[in-house]
Nanobody, 115 residues
């Protein structure tokens, strides 16, 4: 059974940066599509960025040019570098793994952007 463990969230001032990490275990990481999603209280979870096994990336319009998703298959880890953070980026961020019909989620990490 795969486990996804996020880390790197916290409190940062507007304009600052954070790097989220997601360590995966229990599966062959390199063939999976990995992604980051975000969710505000009472709202649906929405896409932030994805990184496929073939190397393609996809970003939500709201984060293009500011966030970068990357992966290290040797370490079974996916990252989300978040720059130029805005108060509206405040959310719980979740790591996601997709392999065919199987979807797994991490426990989430809180990101708060505030002065």
């Amino acid at each position: 059974q795969v486990q996804l463990v996020e880390s790197g969230g916290g409190l940062v001032q507007p304009g600052g940066s954070l790097r989220l990490s997601c360590a995966a275990s229990g599966s062959i990481f390199s063939i999976d599509t990995m992604g980051w999603y975000r969710q505000a209280p009472g709202k649906q979870r929405v896409l932030v960025a994805t990184f496929t096994s073939s190397g393609s990336t996809n970003y939500a319009d709201s984060v293009k040019g500011r966030f970068t998703i990357s992966r290290d298959n040797a370490k079974n880890t996916v990252y989300l570098q978040m720059n130029s953070l805005k108060p509206e980026d405040t959310d719980v961020y979740y790591c996601n793994r997709v392999r065919g019909p199987l979807i797994s989620w991490g426990q989430g990490t809180q990101v708060t952007v505030s002065s």
